[in-house]
């Protein structure tokens, strides 16, 4: 089980229609607010902490470039398709049209542009630690979604070729919140391993089973459900040791329930890693790393520890016998940078590692090949 090292936290797209000075001032605080939900973790964030960060934005800006938007020049090919097959829709009628089911008001096309914007990463985390919000670090967990949709009295698990407009929704999500979400290929080896029963009731040893081939830091149920012809309720529940509550959300409409639930979701999980930092916080914890056998792997295993957002330091107290004692000081607490270092990227906690006596003042842990 290996997190995934997630890149572009601190960029951010925004649609805009024109390339201009004054455009970019307009959507640079839309940016921001897509940032701030990456790094902090958290979707709903108190707008006057937004409004406050947001002011003045400018500061925080690193890169800038504007670019055509694919979705516009999709929008544009499929109006020349039309009349490239001789498709006059100037000729049609309101009734004709009205027969097809065709919206009184056209959707609104999308803008031409899109405006791509890199922020200050140390800035950003200063201002965010000034404001007491947490952070989220590039280290996430990688998340496995087995998720059942009940309609009309059928039940579908998503993924494979099954409903890829939600998939593509999931994919969307995915890239919003800085988080690697998968879903099950739904092959025959999956058919085999698990049943919408054992989803359903939340079976862990099954869906576990199941999950395995796909080596997820996480894995979470889900239930999508129709109330009725305008209300879907979800519920979302993150299984393993750390077991988290259900989470339940109805929404008008399949996509709206699919978003909000799984959005939830989200902020449960950003809420178990990401943690408030604090630069004079001299928070103190030893790890015994085991396997450190030659140069290149204690160089691993420095890196990898330095390059961590909660260390400010890095302190090698003892190396003897292919492991090295080492002392962190982290900028956040205990408990969340523990479960930063489970998710197992280069190490690998050890179990009963040392003696009882020592286990209360070190953490074991394996250097992964």
Excluded: C
């Excluded at 096309?109 to 140390?122: I, K, M, Q």
Aim: glycine residues 8%.
């Amino acid at each position: 089980m290996q997190a995934a090292t997630v890149e572009g936290l601190y960029e951010a797209e925004v649609p805009v229609a024109r390339q201009t000075d004054s455009e970019r001032d307009r959507v640079l605080p839309l940016a921001f607010q897509q940032v701030l939900i990456k790094v902090v973790g958290q979707r709903q964030l108190d707008p006057d902490v937004v409004k406050s960060l947001s002011r003045n934005v400018s500061r925080f800006t690193q890169q800038f470039r504007f670019k055509v938007n694919p979705a516009w020049r999709e929008y544009q090919d499929s109006l020349a398709a039309p009349a490239a097959l001789g498709w006059a829709s100037s000729n049609r009628s309101d009734e004709v049209a009205r027969e097809e089911g065709e919206a009184d008001i056209a959707e609104a096309p999308p803008e031409p542009y899109l405006l791509w914007v890199r922020f200050g990463e140390s800035m950003v985390n200063q201002a965010l630690m000034d404001a007491a919000l947490p952070i989220w670090g590039k280290e996430r967990p990688a998340l496995l979604l087995w998720l059942v949709i009940e309609q009309s009295g059928e039940r579908t698990i998503l993924g494979g070729e099954v409903l890829p407009d939600l998939q593509a929704q999931v994919v969307k999500i995915s890239q919003q919140r800085g988080i690697p979400l998968w879903l099950p290929l739904l092959d025959f080896q999956d058919q085999q391993s698990i049943a919408v029963g054992d989803i359903l009731g939340g079976f862990e040893e099954p869906i576990f089973k199941a999950s395995k081939r796909y080596q997820p830091n996480k894995v979470a149920v889900g239930r999508l459900q129709q109330l009725n012809e305008t209300i879907w309720r979800v519920q979302w529940q993150l299984l393993g040791d750390d077991q988290s509550p259900v989470v339940y959300q109805e929404s008008p409409g399949l996509e709206a329930g699919l978003e909000e639930g799984l959005n939830l979701l989200l902020d449960r999980l950003g809420g178990r890693f990401a943690q408030h930092l604090d630069v004079n916080q001299k928070n103190k914890i030893l790890l015994r790393i085991h396997g450190v056998t030659d140069l290149a792997a204690y160089a691993r295993v420095t890196e990898y520890l330095s390059g961590l957002d909660v260390v400010k330091s890095v302190f090698i107290k003892e190396a003897s016998e292919g492991t090295l004692l080492i002392e962190l000081e982290a900028l956040g607490e205990r408990g969340v940078v523990e479960r930063l270092l489970a998710l197992g990227r280069q190490l690998r906690p050890l179990v009963g590692g040392g003696d009882p006596f020592e286990r209360e003042i070190e953490q074991h842990y394996q250097l992964n090949p």
